[in-house]
Each structure stands twice: as structure tokens, then as C-alpha cells.
């Protein structure tokens, strides 16, 4: 992934014209069976991969019990066997050992994001491999044979993370790189010399960096001061060259690589679309490159032997992402999902005709022609940017039957609204809802000027393309433009809480998901190990000193006393990064204009909800509320 898509606070085609004719309503209507939130929580969520030594299984993540746990399956197919057993933390998969089927699996406390990393021996037991209280550590990779593996944790300074070597026996550990510098590590070569670091300056501007561990040296490798992101991504298994992502010169990112020894750069793989990763496989014979194709995953695969293109099967439509290749490099795991379909697991040997689903993630109690699929249109805003979106109309929307609808804002600020599988989104469409997921400007996936669009005017240009957002909606023939909201999460949820106070009369209700709403605190209480991105935080957003003034103009807390419409607010009493007072303070300034607020707090979640009880309670509040105060008081009806 490149380096911008994780910079920000971070807290998934058919195009219509840009600015053009409003999409069509479907001449042709179904009426869909209408689910409970239980039913579309029965789906089960999946993620991470790894082979075991023999590759006859998959270590993956699930949270089929209702919280998430590491699963093994085995490749040729059958039923998931549990590894862990949490029925309180969120427990996920890394990795198999590579020369046993112990794992490694990471764990935080309900949902602080201060994960450990775990061990899981052979017989069950699990052991705490970076013990300690109040630090954060992450997974490094593997040394080449697997006799080790490195780990970054910030427990020497809570700002930074130092990089560890453990020995894959004993996990006795050694120092490799003490971080005074604020650097962030993407690649190790495989003979241990060299680590490759970006160092952010901005959220779209960092700089490449070389340490040489045998000389004890830095050296960076990007132009001084040079108006572009740069990403190392992963060394050749020869050690020879640093292979990295750019936008420098260009709009999109591109993939280069570095000679190690004559220091040469030179371009390797282009795309019309950012590149958003590339890496080799175990011993080099491919290199797997993913493309953010207008908002959904392109795979390239590449045989180093040849320098082709490896031609691959028809793959499930819809977003392929985490392809991993197996050690052997005769087979690749990956995930594939599509708007009608949440993420399945598949496994595919070279060779054959046709990859092999492993699991089988949505409810038995959904038909999935009761879901939509999505269109990407674009409208033009108030300056003719174009604006691209994700639109899902309900089946049921008609001319003649018109559907309220909502804004969706994600996260980010430089997140991106993407094709793929939603259980909220499906929910509130199947009940009746359009959705249009805005990538308003800032938004990642369209070009370096699109992304830095946002830059310092966020409360003001962001939030006029999502009123421009509503506008589109408004044309549509099967909306009511009288019953249009705005909802999101995080970012997402700023931009509700700013549309109800700075353009008060535009929105008919809000629904904020763990949203900020005081800009200087929120950026004077950013987590300690997000160190290395809080001054391109500053720049982008605002330094909470010297711009205070600017800050305090564009915080809804501020300016509650603006809100006329139904607010909705929602939030993990754990959440680092938007802390809890954020949402307190809003809601209790709120209510005290006497304007309906409804408050949940989860005593057990973070930045995000990731416990299915949770989130079926959030949902089915979130659909009582819109049945409520957008639908319409006497169209009200008890969400099931």
C-alpha cells in the first residue's frame, strides 16, 4: 500500500458522465425480502492468509463466534478449525512459523490498538512475545529461512518503534534499529543488510530512505524537499535492488527500484491508476502488484524468469486483495468480494482452470439477489471538479415510490469510498435507502492534485462536494430530496457533525460514527506512536497552536448551537484516536438546544466496532433513527 493511503488519520464499473445525466432508475423492479440486522450480521468477516509449511492449510481470521479469532482451513477445502478462542479481545492471524505450525497472531485490549504479538505453540499454549504495559507492536516479516523474525514495538519510546530481530526458537531477541528519527519502516532485505524507511513531511510529500546496518548509515534516496510521496514496498530476494512506489513527476504511483550497488533509479511498472503495492514472492519468481482502479483492486502478476505478465483464470468479479503466494510459488491465496458479496478466501494452484473458494461468508438466510450492486457516477461540484462516487440504489426506489437517501463520507480525511461488500450499507439499502459514497476532494485513488485538494480546507471545500453530494441525489428521479442525510465514520463522522452546524439547513439528519468534533484537542491528543505523521497532520489540518483560530472556526462543538436536525452519535469509550470526549461534548451541547440526539457508547470497542453484538445493536439503532427522523415520524416503523 502507498505511503499516503496510510498517512492520514486512519482513523473497499459503470461510469456515469461526469456531471452529466443523473443515473437511471431501473425500468425493471423487484421487491427484495426485507432482512433483520441479524441476518445480515450472520455473515461472517475474514481476512489475513498465510500457508502453513506443507501448504496443505491457510491460516486466516474470522470472526464467525462474534469476535474476531485465528482459523486454519486446509487448501483442498473443508471445514475451518479454531486456533484461538478469545470471547472478549479481537484476536488476528499473521502468520505460520516456517518450519512448524506454531503461529503468530496479534491481540489488543478492547480496542485500545495497543496490540501484542503472540505466539501460539504446538500443544495450544499462548505466550505474550512483547510484553508490557502501554506498548504497540507490529510485525515485521520473516528472516529468508524462517530461523527469525522481526518485530517493531515502541516500548523504549512510546513516540517511535525500534526494531527487533527475535530467534524463531528461543524468541530471544536482539536490537537491529533504534528509531530516534521518526522513520517508518517498509522493507528489510534478505540478507539483513539493508532497511528501506519513508519519512512523511506532509500527508502527501515524504521522503526515501537507506540504512546500510553493516556502516551504520542513513542515506536518503528521494530528492531533497521533492513535491511527491515516496513508498518503499520490498527488496529482490537477491538483495541487489530496493523496489519502491512514487508519484514524483505525475500524478499517479508508479513502481521504481533503487540499485544497490551503482545507485541508479529507473522505472519498472506503470498504471493510468495509483499503484497501491508490490512485493516478491518467497524466492522471487513473481512479483504481485495491486492497481486502485477506480475504486476497486486491479491484481498484475509478474514471472521475474520472463519479464511477462503471468497470464491468471477468471477470478470472481469483484475486488481481489491480499494475494499471497505460497512458499513453493506453485499456488496464491487471496480474497475476492463484490458489493452482493462479503470477502471469501480462495486458493488457486498455477496451472489450473479455476481458483477454490474456502469459505462461504454470506448468511444462508440472505439471497444475494435481495442485495444491489453498485454503480460509480460522477457530478461535477461547485467548482466543476469532477466527483466520484460509489451509488447503491434500492430495489425498490422508484419514480413513482421515492427513497430517502444518504450521503456516505468515509474516513481518512485521504480515505476512499470503494466498491465491495458493506452488511450497513446492504442493511440500510435493503430497507429502503440510497447510499452514495462520496470520495469528496482529498479522497485517495485520483491523483495527487485531487488528494491534496482538501489541503487546509477541510469544514469548507470537502464538505461543499458532499452538498454538492446531496444535489446529485436530488436529481435523481427516484430519490425524495427532502429526506437526505449525511452519515460517516470518523473523518466521516467530522464531515456529518460540520454539515449540521456550517450548512445547517442542508442535511435532514446526521448520523456520526466516532467523529470529531474538536479539531484542537483531537490533534493535541493524537496517539504517541503516531509521532512520525503528527507534524503532516499539522500541515494538512492545522497546526492545534498555530492555527488554532482556523481550527476552532471548522469544529462542530463550536458551533452546535447551528444543529436543527436529528443527530445520531455513536462511539467506542476506548477509541485513541477520537477520544470519547469528542463525542460527549457534542451530543451534551446539542441536546441542550433541545434538538433530538440519540447517544450509544460501547464500553468494549475502539476506533471502529468490531464485535457483531455491537454492531448489531449500532445498526439497528442506526435504522430506527433514519425510520424515525428521516423516513418520516408517521411512516415510522420498528426496525426488526
Known amino acids: 500500500m502507498s505511503c499516503h493511503l496510510r498517512a492520514r488519520l486512519a ?166 534499529f533504534k528509531n530516534e528519527g521518526g522513520y517508518e519502516l517498509g522493507a528489510i532485505s534478505d540478507d539483513g543488510r539493508w532497511l528501506a524507511f519513508s519519512k512523511p513531511r506532509s500527508t502527501s510529500e515524504s521522503d526515501l530512505y537507506l540504512w546500510d ?4 548509515e542513513m542515506k536518503r534516496l528521494s530528492p531533497e524537499n521533492a513535491p511527491a510521496e515516496y513508498s518503499p514496498e520490498d527488496f529482490d530476494r537477491e538483495s541487489r535492488h530496493l523496489y519502491y512506489l512514487t508519484n514524483d513527476g505525475g500524478e499517479f504511483a508508479r513502481v521504481r527500484r533503487y540499485d544497490l550497488g551503482s545507485g541508479a533509479h529507473e522505472d519498472v511498472e506503470t498504471a493510468d491508476w495509483d499503484v497501491m503495492y508490490t512485493r516478491f514472492s518467497r524466492h522471487g519468481r513473481y512479483r504481485v502488484t495491486g492497481i486502485n482502479e477506480d475504486a476497486r483492486t486491479v491484481i498484475r502478476l509478474h514471472d521475474t524468469r520472463t519479464g511477462r505478465p503471468l497470464p491468471l483464470p477468471p477470478l470472481p468479479a469483484g475486488d481481489i486483495t491480499s494475494v499471497v503466494i505460497s512458499p513453493s510459488e506453485t499456488r496464491m491465496a487471496f480474497y475476492a468480494s463484490s458489493d452482493r458479496s462479503p470477502s471469501n478466501l480462495y486458493v488457486h494452484a498455477f496451472g489450473d482452470k479455476e481458483p477454490r473458494r474456502l469459505t462461504d461468508t454470506l448468511s444462508k438466510q440472505i439471497d444475494p439477489e435481495d442485495l444491489v450492486d453498485s454503480s460509480v457516477v460522477r457530478f461535477k461540484s461547485f467548482d466543476a471538479m469532477p466527483i466520484p462516487n460509489v ?20 474516513g481518512g480525511p485521504g480515505g476512499q469510498t470503494r466498491k465491495g461488500y458493506s452488511a450497513l450499507i446492504q442493511y440500510l439499502v435493503n430497507h429502503g435507502y440510497v447510499v452514495l459514497g462520496i470520495n469528496n476532494r482529498g479522497s485517495s485513488g485520483y491523483g495527487r492534485t485531487f488528494y491534496t485538494a482538501d489541503d487546509r480546507k477541510h469544514g469548507r471545500e470537502p464538505l461543499w462536494d458532499c452538498v454538492e453530494a446531496k444535489k446529485y441525489l436530488s436529481s435523481l428521479p427516484y430519490v425524495d430530496k427532502d429526506r437526505i442525510g449525511i452519515i460517516g465514520g470518523s473523518y466521516g463522522g467530522y464531515m456529518t457533525l460540520a454539515a449540521l452546524t456550517l450548512k445547517p439547513e442542508e442535511f435532514a439528519v446526521g448520523v456520526d460514527l466516532f467523529g470529531i468534533s474538536n479539531w484542537v484537542r483531537t490533534l493535541e491528543s493524537i496517539p504517541p506512536w503516531w509521532e512520525s505523521q503528527r507534524l503532516a497532520l499539522y500541515k494538512e489540518i492545522g497546526d492545534p497552536v498555530k492555527d488554532k483560530e482556523m481550527l476552532l472556526a471548522v469544529s462542530p462543538l463550536f458551533h452546535a448551537q447551528e444543529v436543527k436536525r436529528p443527530l445520531m452519535v455513536l462511539q467506542g469509550a476506548n477509541d485513541p484516536r477520537v477520544i470519547r470526549a469528542e463525542s460527549d461534548d457534542i451530543v451534551a451541547a446539542v441536546r441542550a438546544r433541545g434538538v433530538p440526539v440519540e447517544y450509544v457508547v460501547f464500553a468494549d470497542e475502539g476506533h471502529g466496532f468490531t464485535k457483531k453484538k455491537n454492531q448489531i445493536e449500532g445498526y439497528r439503532a442506526i435504522l430506527q433513527f433514519l425510520d424515525t427522523h428521516l423516513r418520516g415520524a408517521g411512516a415510522a416503523r420498528k426496525a426488526s
Open 213 to 216: 546496518a553493516r556502516k551504520a
Open 11 to 176: 482513523l473497499a464499473l459503470v461510469i456515469g458522465a461526469a456531471g452529466a445525466i443523473p443515473a437511471p432508475a431501473s425500468e425493471t423492479r423487484r421487491a427484495p425480502r426485507s432482512y433483520t440486522i441479524e441476518q445480515f450480521m450472520d455473515t461472517t468477516a475474514v481476512r489475513d492468509a498465510s500457508f502453513s509449511p506443507d501448504e496443505t492449510r491457510l491460516l486466516f481470521s474470522s470472526n464467525v463466534t462474534g469476535v474476531f479469532n485465528a482459523y486454519s482451513v486446509p487448501v483442498a477445502g473443508g471445514a475451518p478449525t479454531a486456533l484461538t478462542s478469545s470471547t472478549t479481545d479481537s484476536t488476528y492471524a499473521v502468520s505460520y512459523f516456517r518450519g512448524d505450525e506454531r503461529i503468530l497472531f496479534t491481540r489488543d485490549q478492547a480496542g485500545n490498538e495497543l496490540n501484542h504479538l503472540y505466539v501460539r505453540e504446538r500443544d495450544g499454549a499462548e505466550r505474550d512475545l512483547t510484553p508490557g504495559a502501554k506498548l504497540k507492536a507490529i510485525f515485521a516479516g520473516w528472516a529468508p529461512e524462517g530461523e527469525a523474525f522481526y518485530v517493531l514495538t515502541s516500548e523504549r519510546d512510546p513516540k517511535f518503534f525500534d526494531l527487533y530481530r527475535y530467534d524463531a526458537r528461543s524468541y530471544e531477541r536482539a536490537l537491529v
Open 391 to 410: 451509488l447503491f440504489e434500492p430495489h425498490q426506489a422508484a419514480a413513482d415510490s421515492k427513497a430517502p437517501a444518504l450521503v456516505w463520507v468515509h
